[in-house]
């Protein structure tokens, strides 16, 4: 039966490296023949995404007789937004849930998030064709939903039915992606990582997938210093005793290999050789030194206790911030919160994704199953259709004069209303910065952005202005001559982004959030209209 469940799971391998191979294959030669772009340019970051997205419809233009755009549909040339749009269709939906409370699963993971995309998201996309209200009553809709719950239902069946080989899979998967890892960092246990939740709420509209990537990964260290900030004694004088008494172990046990060569291999406690033990002990040891270690620069930077200072770097790499936690980043539930829900330890995540096997399929039987009709109700509240895209939710449309926020220095029509619980904080605002910083020279923004622009840059002056003495100049709010792209972050050495760009971002956020803050003071005082 092994052998069988093997040779199965080898030739199913096979078959999707194939398949994916392919596709690569034909990518690269579009890039090369079509669009110019060689591998060499994105590797080494000659050329990023706002460079591609510009030949991308350069090639619409040359080729709109003849060819059909990136979403299929013919005489219809796309713009750099439209793309993104083309290629984040149903990730935009889920950023838009992300910040409600239907994804509030327990024990929520990558694989229900997944189910969650391809059954809900696109499957109402594709059954309710263009609008789910239409039909006298919404017959439509109620038809829409009720056959998505029953594809969820199903699937959820099927992936209990297949619970021991997932079980199985996810075990082995486990072994080849973290077992490399923990043999060459063994202290990376003791790290930390950002949850699914964590990824979930810092998604933004039209953000491609390795720009978030990169966004997250220049996130952690940022967020690990936080962390470390916060005094542990009672841990600390635990995993000290702990270090002690191992290192002792291992020493005895190198000294009594000395003595007697055989020792290791032929000398058992509890049933173990010693060189079972020398190498369990050796990986405790090593992932206890990582609970020790505080800050990049050791003990002394742990003892630079600022965390309003953190959380403010925290927020401007993650262009996330609770409205409850604006002013209360000194509040220890607030360090303990984030711990919990956003940070937890990378050992947590991975049990999290393994416990999948059991909690997806109740996810999608009972939880998701029940919200369904709340998903199909928030895609009509959102949901556009744009000529050579189809249907795309209205926030990654950059549409101000319709969606936007007051608070944010933009305003929205009275239509939106039903739809703006869907987009809070600034979401839309936020996520149109940093799409508007990817792009190349020369791209123009939707109509409606340029107010939005314009506060910003107002406000960007008032803040170096005020630290002149430090900072003489700055870059206009345009899109950088080299702006970032996940293809020149792919060909960095570092992996890191370039000074200029991060600074230029952070300015970008701050001064938003400033505009946000005056705004908010506003409406206090009644100068301000409500949304």
């Not at 690990?224 to 542990?232: G, R, S």
Request: glycine fraction near 6%; hydrophobic fraction near 45%.
């Amino acid at each position: 039966m092994e052998g069988v469940f093997l040779l199965a799971l080898f030739i199913y391998v096979l078959w999707y490296t194939y398949f994916d191979m392919r596709a690569l294959y034909m990518t690269k030669q579009f890039y090369e023949h079509q669009l110019g772009v060689d591998e060499n340019d994105i590797y080494f970051g000659v050329k990023d995404w706002g460079h591609i997205a510009a030949k991308l419809k350069a090639w619409q233009l040359r080729s709109k007789d003849n060819r059909l755009n990136p979403c299929g549909h013919k005489q219809v040339v796309l713009d750099e937004l439209a793309i993104a749009q083309c290629i984040m269709r149903e990730e935009n939906y889920i950023v838009a849930l992300a910040g409600t409370a239907l994804l509030d699963l327990p024990l929520l993971n990558t694989t229900t998030v997944y189910c969650t995309e391809i059954l809900v998201i696109a499957g109402v996309l594709s059954w309710g064709k263009h609008k789910l209200a239409f039909g006298d009553g919404g017959e439509a809709r109620a038809a829409v939903v009720r056959r998505t719950r029953i594809t969820l239902f199903i699937s959820g069946v099927l992936l209990l039915l297949c619970a021991p080989v997932a079980l199985a899979w996810r075990l082995m998967y486990s072994v080849f992606r973290y077992g490399f890892a923990l043999r060459t960092e063994p202290g990376r246990v003791a790290t930390r990582t950002w949850s699914v939740r964590a990824l979930l709420e810092f998604r933004e509209f039209n953000e491609l997938h390795h720009s978030f990537e990169l966004r997250m990964a220049n996130s952690l260290r940022v967020a690990q210093n936080y962390v470390n900030q916060y005094p542990t004694h009672l841990e600390r004088i635990l995993v000290l005793s702990f270090t002690f008494i191992m290192t002792g172990l291992i020493g005895f046990i190198i000294i009594l290999s000395f003595v007697n060569d055989g020792a290791l291999g032929h000398v058992d406690v509890f049933d173990k050789p010693l060189i079972w033990w020398l190498s369990v002990l050796t990986v405790a040891v090593l992932t206890a030194g990582k609970l020790t270690t505080k800050g990049e620069n050791g003990d002394e930077a742990a003892e630079m206790f600022d965390p309003v200072v953190g959380f403010r770097k925290i927020s401007s790499c993650t262009h996330w911030k609770p409205a409850g936690w604006s002013n209360r980043s000194l509040h220890l539930q607030v360090f303990r919160d984030f711990k919990a829900k956003y940070f937890p330890y990378y050992v947590a995540y991975v049990l999290r994704e393994a416990a999948a096997v059991v909690t997806s399929p109740m996810h999608l039987m009972f939880h998701l199953n029940a919200r369904v009709d709340a998903v199909a109700e928030m895609m009509e509240k959102c949901t556009e259709t744009l000529p050579g895209v189809g249907d795309v939710v209205g926030f990654s449309t950059f549409a101000f004069n319709k969606y936007g926020s007051p608070l944010y220095g933009t305003a929205a029509a009275p239509s939106a209303a039903p739809a703006m619980e869907y987009c809070r904080a600034g979401k839309m605002e936020k996520s149109f910065l940093t799409f508007y910083s990817m792009q190349a020279e020369g791209y123009v923004p939707p109509p409606g952005a340029q107010a939005l622009l314009e506060n910003i840059d107002g406000q960007r002056n008032l803040n170096l202005s005020a630290t002149a003495s430090l900072l003489r100049t700055h870059t206009p709010l345009t899109p950088p001559e080299r702006p970032l792209g996940a293809a020149a972050a792919a060909g960095s050495t570092l992996g890191h982004l370039p000074s200029q760009q991060m600074e230029l971002m952070t300015s970008w956020y701050h001064a938003l959030e400033d505009v946000h803050q005056k705004k908010v003071l506003e409406r206090r005082h009644g100068t301000l209209p409500p949304s």
